[in-house]
């Protein structure tokens, strides 16, 4: 059974920096592509960030040079650094693969941006 948990996230003005982390259990992690999602009020889910197995990463737009995704292997868990934090990236953050499967999405951790 996979699960995936993520934490770190919170309340942090604009400008500030947070750190997600998002531990995977069961035998997904070293076989797929692992990313990091969001969902703000009103909008589509995003995907921000993504990291191949060989750590090979690619960014949103929106995020490109603010945010960095990394993993560790061996902690079966994949991070998302977010500096320079702006309002508009407040949101519920998830990870998932990439593509996502329905049934692996976990609770979340939300981050708000605001002053």
């Known amino acids: 059974q996979v699960q995936l948990v993520e934490s770190g996230g919170g309340l942090v003005q604009p400008g500030g920096s947070l750190r997600l982390s998002c531990a995977a259990s069961g035998s997904i992690f070293n076989y797929y592509t692992m990313g990091w999602y969001r969902r703000a009020p009103g909008k589509q889910r995003e995907l921000v960030a993504q990291?191949?197995?060989?750590?090979?990463?690619n960014y949103a737009d929106s995020v490109q040079g603010r945010f960095t995704i990394s993993r560790d292997n061996a902690k079966n868990t994949v991070y998302l650094q977010m500096n320079s934090l702006k309002r508009e990236d407040t949101a519920a953050y998830y990870c998932n693969t990439v593509p996502f499967a329905d049934n692996y999405w976990g609770q979340g951790t939300q981050v708000t941006v605001s002053s």
């Open positions: 990291i191949s197995r060989r750590g090979s990463t």
